[in-house]
C-alpha cells in the first residue's frame, strides 16, 4: 500500500481552479479519487483490526464494561493531567488558602455550631414542657380548649411564658445580640401592642 503525500505544485502556490490546466485538473481528480480510496481501505483495515481486538478481549474473558472502565481511567487520568485541569486546581488551592476563605469557612462554622445549639436547647425545652403538659390532670368532663382557656388567658400561663423565654433565648443565640435593652419577649410585645 503506497501512502502518497504528494500535493501538486500548483496547490502550494494558493492557485485558483480557474488557473489550472486541464491536466492538473485530471491530475487532482486522480489524487482525489486515490486518497478516497486509501481512506476507504484504511477503514476496512481499523475495522478488521477493532474485530479481531474484540475477538482476543473475549477469549481473555475481558467484558465490554471493563474496558469502558479502562478507558474512562485512562480518559480521567488524560483529564488529571491536562493544563486546564492543572490550572483549576492550583487556582482553587490559592483560592483555599486564602485568608477570605479561612474567614468565611469559620463563619459558617460557628454559626453552625450556634444554630445547631440553639435548636437543641429548644428542643429540650419542648419536650420538658409536653412532658409537664401530659402529667397535668385533665379537667373532669372532657371540654374543648375554648372553653377551658382563652387566648389571653393562655398567654399569660407560665407554659406560654416559659416557651416564650426559650424561643427568645433562640433568637439571640442565633442573631448574637439582645434587641430593645435586653427584652427578649417578643410576643409580649407583640400581644401588648394588638391588645392596646
Request: glycine share 4%.
Amino acid at each position: 500500500m503506497n501512502f502518497s503525500t504528494r500535493i501538486p505544485e500548483t496547490s502550494i502556490n494558493g492557485s485558483s481552479p480557474s488557473d489550472l490546466t486541464e491536466e492538473d485538473l485530471d491530475s487532482l481528480r486522480f489524487e482525489l479519487a486515490k486518497t478516497e480510496d486509501e481512506i476507504q481501505t484504511l477503514r476496512q483495515v481499523l475495522l478488521a483490526k477493532e474485530k479481531y481486538a474484540a475477538d482476543i478481549r473475549r477469549q481473555l474473558g475481558m467484558s465490554p464494561l471493563s474496558n469502558i472502565k479502562q478507558n474512562l481511567s485512562k480518559g480521567w487520568q488524560e483529564v488529571q493531567t491536562s493544563a486546564p485541569y492543572l490550572t483549576a486546581s492550583a487556582t482553587l488551592e490559592d483560592i483555599s488558602h486564602s485568608s477570605v476563605y479561612m474567614r468565611t469557612r469559620e463563619s459558617f462554622s460557628h454559626a453552625g455550631q450556634v444554630t445547631s445549639s440553639a435548636l437543641s436547647n429548644l428542643g429540650v425545652a419542648i419536650t420538658r414542657r409536653l412532658a409537664e403538659m401530659r402529667a397535668l390532670p385533665l379537667p373532669s368532663p372532657p371540654r374543648t380548649l375554648s372553653h377551658t382557656i382563652s387566648v389571653p388567658t393562655m398567654r399569660h400561663s407560665s407554659t406560654f411564658k416559659s416557651f416564650e423565654e426559650v424561643v427568645g433565648n433562640v433568637k439571640d443565640k442565633v442573631t448574637g445580640s439582645l434587641t430593645n435593652n435586653g427584652d427578649t419577649s417578643g410576643f409580649e410585645r407583640r400581644s401588648s401592642r394588638h391588645s392596646t
